[in-house]
C-alpha cells in the first residue's frame, strides 16, 4: 500500500450534509473527507443513508444542508454529468447497463465527449490491457455474466481518468476469486492516486481493502476510524448500535423423516435471458436447513419457480412433497400439498404492491384458511389474518389496509415471510431472504426460519450472501449455470471449495485447483 | 399486363404507402424512446385538417405541409405532457388522443368543407412527370420523396449518432439512462413530437394529395395500421419500408378490384383484406417469438426515478 | 417555489370520486372558454350540451336508450382494463352482436314472441364474445397484441355488416337501399308501455350491481385485478395469467355483443349503414370516467348519454356540428388521465430555499 502524503488539501471534503425525504432524515449533517490515493469505506446497514449520500456526491441528488468540498474548492454538484466533468466516477449496485447494446454502445454512452467509435474501442482496449480487466467490445450486454458486467461499468469509470472512484456495494455479486481480482484493480489505481470511496457491509473485505472506514448508522455519522486496528465485531456494533444478536438453536436438534426430494430435475430457460435448470437433484428432511450459494442469475429464480410450482415440470416425479409427487402440479395445487415459498422480489412477485397487506395476504393464504367461499372472498378473514402476521412478525405498517408498496423493504420482508411461517408450511422455499433488509429485520427473519425448523418443517434458502447461509444452515449445495452441486454439512465446508463451485469448477477438479492454489502459495 | 399497367400500379402502390409509411416511422422512433403512442390515426387527423387549412389560407402547398407536421406535433404535445409529467397510462392516453384528434379536425374543418386546393404534385417538368414511363420516378408529390428520404435518415440517425444512441438507451433502460445523467423525460418529449410531425405529414397527404380536399375521419384507419407496421417491422427501418410497400400493394388490390368489377367476390371482401391481413402479419410475425426480441424493454411504461 | 408529487400511503378514496367530477366540470369551463375563442356562444353550447337533456324530461327517454348501451358495453371493457387488456374492437363486437340476433330474426321469419327475442338477445351475446374470442385467441396463443388486432376486426365487421345488409339481408321492399327489413313487431324487445324505454334499460341498471359484486367480491374479480397489477404475483398466486386475458376479452366481447342486439331489438329494428354509431368507442371513455367501477360506469353512462342528447339539441340551436361531443367526450378523458396521479399521490408545494453555490461545475 503506498502512503500517500499527508496532503493539505482533500480530495473531497463533506461538512454537515443534511438530506430529508418524506418522513426520513436520510442524512443528518455528515461531514469526512478523502485523501488522494486514500481507500476510504464508507460502512453501514442497509437504510443507514450511505446511498443518499453518495448519490449527492455523484449529482443525481442534491443535498438539502451542507457543503461539499472538491480539491479544496467548494462547490454545487448539479449532475452526474458535472460530477464526470470533475472527475468523479461511480461504479453502480444496480448496474446502469443497457442489455440489448453492445459493450462499446454501453461505454459510450457513459462518456461525455464525443469519441468516434474506433477511438473509444482502442482506449477500451488500453485501459483494459493497464488493469487486466478481460472483456468483448462487441458482445451484447445481455450475454455477459455479473462480473463480466461490472467489469463495463468499471472501465467507463476508468476512461474518464477519475480521481474519486465511488463504488456501491461492488461485491454483493462476486465469487471471492472474483472479488480479490478487483481488490487488484483498486489497489493499483489507489496507488496511482486515485481516491476510492468503497461502500460494503461485509467487514472482512473493509479490513482487507480500506485505509479509512467512516460508519453510518440511522443517517448520521457514527465514528470514522482505521479499520486495520478495529475488530470485525467492534466495527458491526458501530453499524448496527447495539450488540449482535446470536441467532437462537434450541438444544438437542435432530433431523426427521425427509419431506421434499428433487430428482433429475430439469427445466428449459424462461426466456432469452433465462437459465436452464439441468439434473438437479437433493433431499431436504424434517428441521432440516438446506442452503442453496450461488453467484446471481446461476438459475436461482427458475430453481424457485420449479419448486413452488409456478413453473410445472412435466415429470411427475421430479419433485416430492411427503412422498406425494408434485412435480406436475401447479402453484395452487403444491400450496394444498404444504409447499410455500417466498420469491427474491417482493415488490410485484411476492406481493402486488398497489394491493392492501389483507388483499396480499388471499394471494397466497385464501385455501389453506379458508378464505374463499362459494367463489366469494371473506375479506374479514383476510384482514385478520394480515393483523395476525402484522402482529407476531412486528410489522411497521398502519395497519392491514396499508398499501404493499408503502412498507420498508425490511417491513414487507417481514409480512411476507410472516404470511408464509404462519401458515405452517411442510416445506418452505425462500430465496435472498435477507436481501436489502436491515439488520434487525435480518435477524428476526433468521430467527423465524429456525423457530419454524424447529417445528418440523423442511426449509430452503437459496442466497447469494454466503455469510448468510453458513451462518443460518445445516447443508449447503452450490448452483453455477443451472447445475446443483453435491450437497456438504456446513460444519464441514469450506470456503475456498464453496468459491470454486460458485465460480463454475466442480468436484474434483475443484479440489484440484484448490491444491494448484496452495502450492502457489507455497511457492 | 402492359408496361403503363404496370406502371400505374407501382404509382398507385408507391401513393398508398406514403402516410403509412410516414406514420409509422415516426412512430417508430416514439417507441424506440420507450413511448407507446396509440394516438397515430388522430395526430394524421389533425395533420390532415391543419395541412390542407395552412394550404387554402396560405396558397402555398409547401407552407402547408409545415403546417401540417406543426399541427401533428402540437396534437403529439398534449399526450406528451399527460404521459411524461403526470405518468398517465400510455394506452388509455393515446386512445384519448385519438377520440380528440378525431373530433378536433372535424370541428377545424368545418370553415374548410367543400373547399379544394390544387393537389401538391411533382415539382418535376411535365415532360418527366407525365411522361408515361418516366412518371414512375418523377410523377410523386414532394411528400413522397420526403418519405423515401426520411427511412435511412432514421435508420441513420438511430444507429449512427450519438443522439439516435441515447434515444435508444432511453428506451432500453430508462432508470440507468437517468442515473447517467440524460435527461429520459427531455428525450421523449422530442421523439414524441418527432412522431407527431411525422403523423402529421402522413395525415395531409390524404388532404393534399390523394383527394385535394377535407373529409372527416379521411384517414380511414391508416394510423392503426402504421402502428401495426412498427410491430410487424420488428422496430427495424428497413423492414418497416417493407412492410408499408406490403400493405400498400395490399390496399392498392382493393381498389383495382373495385375498378375492374373483379367481382366473384364482393367488394366488401377487399376492402376488409388490409385490416384482415394486418391480422394475419402480426399473428405470423409475434408466433416467431425473435420478433420481440428487439422491442425496446421500457416501452409503455411508466418512467418513476426514484429521486 | 415548485411542486413535487408525493407517494400516498394509501390510495385516496376521496380523491377517486372527486377527479371525475372535477373532470367533468372542468371540461364545461374549458368548453366556454374555447367556443367563445372560435365564435360560437360557448356559454349556451356548454349549457344546451351538459345541462339541456338533464331539465328537459321529454330527453330523458332518450338519454336512457344512449346510456343503456353505453353502460353495458363500460362494463365488460373495464373488466379488461383491470386485468390490462386493451379490447378497443368493442365497437365491431356490438355490430357482429346485432348481426347474429338479426340472423336469428332472419331464420324465425315473421315468428315471434318471448323465446324468439330471447334467443336473438343470446345469439348477440355469443356473436360479440366470438369475434373477440380471435384477438383473445391471437393473444394467449401467439402474443399478438389485443389492441391492435380487435381494431382492425372492428374494420372487417363493418365490412360484413355491409355485405350482409347490402346483399343477402337486403330488404326486397327498401327501394334498393342497404338495409334489412324491419323486425316483425313481435320481435321486438318489451316496451315500457307509453315509452320507447325498452328492457336493455332495465337490464343496463342491473347488470352494474352484478358486476359489482363479482368484481369486488368474487375470486375471479380478485383474479382479474392481481393479473392486472402484477401478472408475476398472480402467477406467485396460482392464477393462470393466460386464461384470465381470454375470459376478460370473451367477456367484454360478449357485453358489447349483448348491447348490438339490445340497441338493434330494443330501438332501431333494423340494420343498416348506419347502425355503428361509435358506441363502442365512447364506451372506453365511459369505463376510464366511471374509474373501472361497474357503479361508476352507470354514472358516467348516463353522463355521456347527456353529452350525446345534448350535442344533438346544440346542433341545431347553436349549430355547433356533432363532432363537437367527440372533443368533449376526449377533453373529459384527457382530464381524468391527467389527474389520476392525484389518488396516488399527493402535490407539496416546495418553497425554493436553496443555499448560493460559490463555485458551480455545470454542463
Not at chain 1, 22 to 38: I, K, M, Q, T, Y
Not at chain 1, 137 to 165: D, F, K, M, W
Not at chain 2, 74 to 99: D, E, H, K, R, W
Request: hydrophobic share 50%; aromatic share 8%.
Amino acid at each position: 500500500m503506498p502512503d500517500p502524503a499527508p496532503a493539505a488539501v482533500a480530495r473531497l471534503e463533506l461538512t454537515g450534509i443534511t438530506k430529508r425525504f418524506p418522513g426520513v432524515l436520510a442524512n443528518d449533517h455528515v461531514g469526512f473527507s478523502v485523501r488522494p490515493g486514500e481507500i476510504h469505506a464508507l460502512l453501514g446497514e442497509n437504510g443507514a443513508g450511505k446511498s443518499t449520500l453518495v448519490k449527492m456526491i455523484y449529482g443525481i441528488m442534491q443535498p438539502d444542508e451542507g457543503e461539499i468540498r472538491w480539491n479544496g474548492r467548494r462547490l454545487t454538484v448539479a449532475n452526474p454529468k458535472a460530477a464526470r466533468k470533475l472527475g468523479i466516477g461511480m461504479v453502480f449496485q444496480h448496474f446502469s447497463l443497457f442489455e440489448a447494446m453492445t459493450v462499446l454502445e454501453n461505454i459510450a454512452l457513459g462518456m461525455d465527449a464525443k469519441i468516434p467509435a474506433r477511438d473509444l474501442e482502442s482506449r477500451i482496449l488500453a485501459v483494459m490491457g493497464q488493469y487486466g480487466l478481460k472483456l468483448e467490445p462487441h458482445r451484447i450486454v445481455s450475454t455477459l455474466s455479473v462480473g463480466e458486467r461490472q467489469r463495463i461499468e468499471i472501465v467507463r469509470a476508468l476512461l474518464l481518468n477519475p480521481q474519486l472512484l465511488i463504488m456501491d456495494e461492488p461485491t454483493s455479486v462476486l465469487t471471492p476469486q472474483e472479488v480479490d481480482q478487483l481488490f487488484v484493480v483498486l489497489r493499483k489505481l489507489a496507488a496511482e492516486g486515485c481516491s476510492i470511496l468503497y461502500i460494503s457491509h461485509k467487514l472482512h473485505e473493509i479490513k482487507a481493502l480500506c485505509d479509512t472506514a467512516t460508519i453510518l448508522r440511522g443517517g448520521k455519522l457514527v465514528d470514522t476510524c482505521d479499520p486495520k486496528v478495529e475488530t470485525s465485531r467492534s466495527m458491526a456494533e458501530k453499524m448496527i448500535g447495539g450488540s449482535l444478536k446470536d441467532i437462537q438453536r434450541g438444544a438437542g436438534r435432530g433431523f426427521g423423516p425427509e419431506k421434499l426430494r428433487v430428482t433429475r430435475l430439469s427445466m428449459a430457460a424462461d426466456g432469452p435471458f433465462g437459465t436452464a435448470l439441468k439434473d438437479i437433484s437433493f433431499t431436504v428432511r424434517a428441521s432440516e436447513i438446506f442452503g442453496i450459494a450461488g453467484v446471481a442469475g446461476n438459475g436461482q429464480n427458475a430453481l424457485l419457480l420449479a419448486l413452488s410450482g409456478e413453473e410445472p415440470n412435466h415429470d411427475p416425479g421430479s419433485v416430492t412433497v411427503n412422498a406425494v409427487e408434485v412435480g406436475q402440479m401447479q402453484a395452487r395445487d403444491r400450496r394444498a400439498q404444504g409447499v410455500a415459498s417466498v420469491p427474491e422480489e417482493r415488490n410485484g412477485h411476492a406481493a402486488v404492491p398497489v394491493f392492501s397487506l389483507a388483499d396480499n395476504a388471499i394471494l397466497t393464504a385464501r385455501d389453506r384458511l379458508g378464505m374463499v367461499r362459494a367463489g366469494l372472498i371473506d375479506p374479514r378473514a383476510a384482514r385478520t389474518y394480515a393483523g395476525e402476521v402484522i402482529e407476531a412478525f412486528s410489522v411497521k405498517a398502519t395497519g392491514p389496509g396499508a398499501m404493499a408498496e408503502s412498507l420498508s423493504g425490511g417491513n414487507l420482508q417481514k409480512y411476507i415471510m410472516g404470511r408464509e411461517i404462519l401458515q405452517k408450511p411442510q416445506v418452505l422455499v425462500v430465496s435472498q431472504p435477507t436481501w436489502g433488509v436491515d439488520a434487525g429485520a435480518a435477524a428476526s427473519i433468521h430467527q423465524a426460519l429456525v423457530d419454524l425448523a424447529a417445528t418440523g418443517s423442511a426449509i430452503v434458502v437459496i442466497s447469494q450472501d454466503l455469510d448468510e447461509l453458513l451462518s443460518l444452515c445445516d447443508t449447503l449445495a452450490v448452483i453455477n449455470g443451472g447445475r446443483l452441486s453435491r450437497p456438504m454439512k456446513v460444519s464441514e465446508a469450506k470456503i475456498d471449495e464453496i468459491g470454486l463451485l460458485m465460480g463454475g469448477i466442480h468436484g474434483e477438479t475443484a479440489a484440484a485447483e484448490i491444491e494448484k492454489v496452495a502450492h502457489a502459495a507455497q511457492a | 399486363m402492359s408496361l403503363e399497367f404496370i406502371i400505374a400500379a407501382i404509382v398507385t402502390v408507391v401513393g398508398l404507402t406514403t402516410p403509412i409509411l410516414l406514420a409509422g416511422l415516426g412512430e417508430l422512433v416514439v417507441e424506440k424512446s420507450g413511448v407507446l403512442n396509440l394516438g397515430v390515426e388522430g395526430m394524421m387527423l389533425v395533420g390532415a385538417i391543419s395541412g390542407f387549412g395552412v394550404t387554402v389560407m396560405t396558397f402555398n402547398p409547401w407552407i402547408g405541409v409545415l403546417g401540417a407536421a406543426a399541427g401533428g406535433a402540437a396534437a403529439s404535445m398534449l399526450f406528451a405532457v399527460l404521459v411524461l409529467q403526470l405518468n398517465s397510462n400510455q394506452v388509455a392516453t393515446g386512445l384519448a388522443l385519438t377520440i380528440f384528434g378525431t373530433g378536433l379536425s372535424s370541428l377545424l374543418g368545418l370553415s374548410f368543407t367543400g373547399r379544394i386546393v390544387a393537389p401538391f404534385l411533382s415539382v418535376f417538368p411535365d415532360a418527366l412527370a407525365k411522361d408515361p414511363i418516366w412518371r414512375v420516378i418523377f410523377g410523386y408529390s414532394p411528400i413522397v420523396y420526403f418519405a423515401l428520404v426520411m427511412v435511412p435518415l432514421t435508420a441513420w440517425f438511430l444507429k449512427s449518432t450519438r443522439a439516435g444512441l441515447i434515444l435508444r438507451a432511453v428506451g432500453e433502460n430508462d432508470l440507468s439512462a437517468h442515473s447517467i445523467g440524460y435527461s429520459v423525460i427531455k428525450v421523449r418529449y422530442a421523439a414524441i413530437a418527432f412522431g407527431g410531425a411525422m403523423a402529421g405529414i402522413g395525415g395531409c397527404y390524404f388532404s393534399m394529395v390523394i383527394t385535394p380536399m377535407w373529409a372527416e375521419k379521411m384517414t380511414a384507419g391508416r394510423g392503426w395500421i402504421a402502428l401495426a407496421l412498427v410491430v410487424f417491422a420488428g422496430w427495424r427501418t428497413g423492414r418497416l419500408l417493407a412492410g408499408a410497400y406490403f400493405f400498400g400493394i395490399l390496399m392498392a388490390l382493393e381498389l383495382y378490384a373495385k375498378a375492374s368489377g373483379f367481382s366473384f367476390l364482393p367488394s366488401q371482401f377487399w376492402a376488409a383484406m388490409p385490416y384482415a391481413m394486418t391480422v394475419v402479419a402480426l399473428s405470423f410475425i409475434s408466433s416467431r417469438g425473435t420478433a420481440g426480441a428487439n422491442a425496446p424493454a421500457c416501452l409503455g411504461k411508466p418512467f418513476l426515478p426514484s429521486t | 417555489m415548485r411542486l413535487k408529487l408525493e407517494k400516498r400511503r394509501e390510495p385516496s378514496l376521496a380523491m377517486l370520486v372527486i377527479t371525475p367530477i372535477a373532470s367533468v366540470i372542468l371540461t364545461m369551463v374549458i368548453g366556454i372558454v374555447v367556443f367563445d375563442l372560435i365564435g360560437i356562444k360557448g356559454f349556451k353550447a356548454v349549457v344546451d350540451i351538459f345541462l339541456s337533456p338533464i331539465l328537459a324530461s321529454y330527453k330523458w327517454q332518450d338519454v336512457a336508450l344512449k346510456a343503456a348501451p353505453l353502460v353495458i358495453i363500460a362494463l365488460g371493457l373495464s373488466v379488461g382494463n383491470r386485468a390490462q387488456v386493451w379490447n378497443i374492437g368493442a365497437e365491431g363486437q356490438y355490430v357482429i352482436g346485432a348481426l347474429c340476433a338479426a340472423g336469428v330474426g332472419v331464420g324465425f321469419g315473421t315468428t315471434g314472441g318471448f323465446f324468439v327475442v330471447l334467443l336473438m338477445v343470446l345469439a348477440g351475446i355469443v356473436g360479440g364474445g366470438v369475434w373477440a374470442t380471435v384477438p383473445a385467441w391471437l393473444r394467449t396463443r401467439f402474443n399478438v397484441n389485443e389492441i391492435l388486432s380487435s381494431l382492425m376486426l372492428t374494420y372487417v365487421a363493418l365490412q360484413v355488416l355491409s355485405y350482409l345488409v347490402g346483399g343477402p339481408w337486403k330488404d326486397p321492399n327498401g327501394r334498393n337501399f342497404p338495409a334489412t327489413a324491419p323486425l316483425d313487431p313481435s320481435q321486438t324487445l318489451p316496451v315500457w308501455h307509453g315509452s320507447t324505454v325498452h328492457l336493455g334499460v332495465l337490464i343496463a341498471l342491473i347488470l352494474p350491481f352484478v358486476f359489482w359484486v363479482v368484481m369486488a367480491r368474487s375470486e375471479f374479480g380478485y383474479q382479474v385485478r392481481v393479473v392486472g397489477s402484477s401478472p408475476t404475483a398472480a402467477r406467485h398466486g396460482g392464477f393462470d395469467g393466460r386464461s384470465t386475458i381470454f375470459a376478460t376479452l370473451i367477456i367484454s366481447g360478449a357485453m358489447a355483443g349483448l348491447a348490438g342486439a339490445l340497441e338493434f331489438t330494443g330501438v332501431l329494428h333494423k340494420i343498416d349503414l348506419g347502425f355503428p354509431s361509435g358506441y363502442g368507442f365512447t364506451a372506453i371513455i365511459v369505463a376510464f370516467l366511471g374509474r373501472l367501477n361497474p357503479i361508476g360506469c352507470l354514472i358516467a353512462g348516463t353522463v355521456l348519454a347527456v353529452t350525446y342528447v345534448g350535442g344533438q339539441m346544440a346542433q341545431t340551436s347553436v349549430h355547433i356540428p356533432n363532432s363537437t361531443a367527440g372533443i368533449f367526450q376526449a377533453m373529459m378523458l384527457f382530464f381524468i388521465l391527467a389527474s389520476d396521479i392525484l389518488v396516488r399521490y399527493r402535490i407539496r408545494v416546495i418553497p425554493s430555499a436553496k443555499p448560493a453555490p460559490i463555485a458551480k461545475a455545470e454542463v
